[in-house]
């Protein structure tokens, strides 16, 4: 069976798309606000571009009828972002923080989340966050057509805070990290249940 991809209208990619490329890591992305608001919302955009430097991307879709959303604003007018994973006792505040508030409302405060400062850039990170990267924004790409609009900010990674007990002889206890997965809409999946495969 061949789908047509460019046949597609925007809602009907973004399910099938969603869906067919998942579970995807999920992480919430803390800014702060030209007027001092701080702000926290998730994405499941997320990734690696590059090690060395550690380049870490996130894509940001335009707010539903077009516009902005506050991550994206706060990032242009700061020039920073923390992007921070979200592990299952995040799980019920991340997303409390995918409601679309008023630009004036603290995400922290709603969602019970606490912010922690950071130390090579001005936005805030999630305390309650296992990995936390502080990032610089490199670049931002933009695609689609308006109202569809999606941003991928491109940051360099230049500090990362990891929980106590999770870094063990310089690597990071998977089993311990307990990060959750996100496959579309409202289904997600934990990362309890892994296995090996020796390289030939």
Known sequence: MAIHMTEMNMVVSHNFLSEALSPRLVAVVST???????????????????????????????????GKKDTLRNIEDSGDFVLNVVDEEMAEPMNI??????KEVNEFEVSGLTAAPCEK?????????????????MQILQFGQAP?????????????HIREGLLIDGKIDISKKRAILHFGGE??????????????
Not at 34 to 61: E, Q, R, W
Not at 97 to 102: E, K
Not at 121 to 137: A, D, G, N
């Open 121 to 137: 850039v001005r936005s805030p990170r999630v305390k309650e966050s296992p990995i936390s990267f502080e990032c610089r924004v």
């Open 32 to 66: 702060i606000g030209s007027d001092g608001v701080l702000n926290v919302a998730p994405f499941a955009s997320t990734g690696i571009l590059c090690y060395k430097p550690a380049i870490l991307f996130v894509g940001i879709s335009s707010k539903k009828g077009g």
């Open 148 to 160: 569809h609009v999606r941003s991928v900010v491109f940051g360099e990674a230049l500090a990362v």
């Open 97 to 102: 923080t995918a409601t679309d508030y008023p």
């Open 187 to 200: 289904l997600y999946c934990r990362t309890r249940d892994t296995f090996e495969l020796k390289r030939l």
